[in-house]
């Protein structure tokens, strides 16, 4: 791949690696230690997640504006060491057994990490040729899907080899290394500031909530970008349905007896499905239509997930769940080459930033819509994948209607409606 010839990508790319790993070791082994130290108390590990997820209520505004008139390539760095400093002290704060200081730590950390994405993202865009997106986007599809493999598997092995301390330990360094890496990066102004260096005293709150109201028009005002980002919404759907039900099916249907293995058998299967699918439409991106790629999966999705519903049988579960991961792949693959092609440098981060608090908010709707539902209206779990299915089919016909069936098309509607917002802002 001639993308790895780019040494800016290949910092940037590794550091993202580095940061990701640290972050999911340390958050694995911190669950482990609460399940074990709090055994009576399981809230404990769900309030931990809810520190994860919570900042971005009170960030979300924030952090496109801060990636689109701030330095990124110095956004991206200072978050890394903040929260390698942040890390610091929650590794001093186990020594005090303080969980409240610990939960307020994990939670700034947190809302540290939501600036970093964006910022990063939008780096990526400014040094890599449009050739290169699909490449990009499908390697890091490919690091979320190992992540997803292999994460609870690596924060077990750390947090039972060296303890939670020596997990938060190398949860640190690698901030620390991903600091490091994106300092090395040699990246153009012209990526780092595309909107030109910021004056101090025009940065208020005036000004941060126009840039984010900016930004809400621009996704409005582009017909495709809007499209793209309910795709988001979509997804936030799926993986609020995935993180519960296949834990319910194994409970009350499939494996009432061995119900957590054979939960994280589905996770394995899920996140191995998403690895070949990564890799294949990678390869796939820049030998045929992009529309096919992104469409014919979400068919494929629809059906899997009703035959979902209808198996009586695990490992039939877990083989079907592996064809699920292969397909969400090619769409989440696609969808990272379109937004660095059809969104402006200059509103990158503001873009960007909106795909975070849209699929939290669409996960957090469908747990509470499951959780209403099941088992008092709904007794059957099946019932819901039938649902689902109906619902994903839904998006395919949407999508199918009205997205563009060219690529040219495609990119010649977003060039236009890009000129057309940029005029308008």
Same mark, same amino acid.
């Given at each position: 791949?001639?993308?790895?010839? %780019?040494?800016?990508?290949?910092?940037?790319?590794?550091? !993202?690696?580095?940061?990701?790993?640290?972050?999911?070791?340390?958050?694995?082994?911190? !669950?482990?230690?609460?399940?074990?130290?709090?055994?009576?108390?399981? #809230?404990?590990?769900?309030?931990?997640?809810?520190? #994860?997820?919570?900042?971005?209520?009170?960030?979300?505004?924030?952090? =496109?504006?801060?990636?689109?008139?701030?330095?990124?390539?110095?956004?991206?760095? %200072?978050?890394?060491?903040?929260?390698?400093?942040? *890390?610091?002290?929650?590794?001093?704060?186990?020594?005090?057994?303080?969980?409240?200081?610990?939960?307020?730590?994990?939670?700034?950390?947190?809302?540290? *990490?939501?600036?970093?994405?964006?910022?990063?993202?939008?780096?990526?865009? /400014?040094?890599?040729?449009?050739?290169?997106?699909?490449?990009?986007? /499908?390697?890091?599809?490919?690091?979320?899907?190992?992540?997803?493999?292999?994460?609870?598997?690596?924060?077990?092995?750390? #947090?039972? &080899?060296?303890?939670?301390?020596? !997990?938060?330990?190398?949860?640190?360094?690698?901030?620390?290394?991903?600091?490091?890496?994106?300092?090395?990066?040699?990246?153009?102004?012209?990526?780092?500031?595309?909107? /030109?260096?910021?004056?101090?005293?025009?940065?208020?709150?005036?000004?941060?909530? $126009?840039?984010?109201?900016? /930004?809400?028009?621009?996704?409005?005002?582009?017909?495709?970008?809007?499209?793209?980002?309910?795709?988001?919404?979509?997804?936030?759907?799926?993986?609020?349905?995935?993180?519960?039900?296949?834990? @319910?099916?194994?409970?009350?249907?499939?494996?009432?007896?061995?119900?957590?293995?054979?939960?994280?058998?589905?996770?394995?299967?899920?996140? +191995?499905?998403?690895?070949?699918?990564?890799?294949?439409?990678?390869?796939?991106?820049?030998?045929?239509?992009?529309?096919?790629?992104?469409?014919?999966?979400?068919?494929? *999705?629809?059906?899997?997930?009703?035959?979902?519903?209808? $198996?009586?049988? !695990? &490992?039939?579960?877990?083989?079907?769940?592996?064809?699920?991961?292969?397909?969400?792949?090619? +769409?989440?693959?696609?969808? =990272?080459?379109?937004?660095?092609?059809?969104?402006?440098?200059?509103?990158?981060?503001?873009?960007? =930033?909106?795909?975070?608090?849209?699929?939290?908010?669409?996960?957090?709707?469908?747990?509470?819509?499951?959780?209403?539902?099941?088992?008092?209206?709904?007794?059957?779990?099946?019932?819901?994948?039938?649902?689902?299915?109906?619902?994903?089919?839904?998006?395919?016909?949407?999508?199918?209607?009205?997205?563009?069936?060219?690529?040219?098309?495609? #990119?010649? @509607?977003?060039?236009?409606?890009?000129?057309?917002?940029?005029?308008?802002?």
């Amino acid at each position: 791949m001639d993308i790895f010839q %780019n040494r800016n990508f290949v910092k940037l790319f590794f550091a !993202a690696l580095s940061s990701q790993m640290g972050t999911t070791i340390g958050n694995m082994a911190f !669950a482990f230690y609460l399940l074990d130290h709090f055994s009576e108390q399981p #809230y404990y590990a769900t309030l931990a997640e809810l520190m #994860y997820s919570l900042p971005t209520i009170f960030v979300f505004f924030l952090v =496109g504006v801060v990636a689109d008139r701030l330095d990124r390539k110095k956004v991206a760095e %200072n978050c890394d060491w903040i929260r390698a400093i942040l *890390t610091i002290f929650f590794f001093f704060a186990l020594f005090t057994n303080s969980l409240p200081l610990m939960f307020l730590i994990l939670f700034l950390r947190s809302a540290v *990490t939501k600036f970093f994405f964006p910022a990063e993202t939008s780096l990526v865009q /400014g040094i890599l040729r449009k050739d290169q997106f699909a490449t990009a986007a /499908g390697l890091n599809q490919m690091l979320f899907s190992m992540f997803m493999v292999f994460g609870v598997g690596l924060g077990a092995l750390t #947090y039972n &080899w060296i303890g939670i301390h020596g !997990a938060i330990f190398i949860d640190a360094v690698s901030f620390i290394i991903s600091a490091l890496l994106i300092r090395a990066c040699n990246i153009p102004q012209a990526a780092r500031l595309p909107n /030109g260096r910021p004056k101090w005293k025009d940065l208020n709150m005036k000004s941060t909530l $126009t840039d984010f109201k900016v /930004g809400i028009q621009y996704i409005i005002r582009n017909r495709l970008l809007s499209l793209i980002i309910f795709g988001f919404f979509v997804f936030g759907f799926i993986q609020g349905s995935f993180a519960v039900l296949p834990i @319910f099916t194994m409970k009350y249907e499939l494996a009432p007896a061995h119900y957590e293995a054979y939960a994280s058998y589905f996770a394995i299967s899920l996140g +191995v499905g998403l690895l070949f699918g990564s890799v294949i439409s990678t390869w796939l991106a820049n030998k045929m239509n992009s529309y096919v790629l992104f469409i014919f999966p979400i068919l494929m *999705t629809s059906i899997l997930v009703l035959l979902l519903g209808l $198996t009586s049988n !695990a &490992w039939t579960f877990f083989i079907l769940s592996f064809f699920i991961g292969m397909c969400i792949g090619p +769409v989440n693959v696609v969808i =990272g080459d379109w937004m660095p092609k059809i969104v402006q440098p200059n509103f990158m981060g503001r873009v960007s =930033g909106w795909i975070d608090p849209i699929m939290m908010f669409s996960q957090s709707l469908t747990l509470g819509c499951i959780t209403v539902l099941f088992p008092k209206v709904v007794s059957n779990v099946d019932l819901i994948y039938y649902g689902i299915a109906a619902v994903i089919l839904a998006v395919f016909i949407f999508y199918a209607v009205l997205l563009p069936k060219k690529e040219a098309e495609v #990119y010649t @509607f977003s060039t236009q409606k890009n000129k057309e917002v940029y005029k308008a802002n």
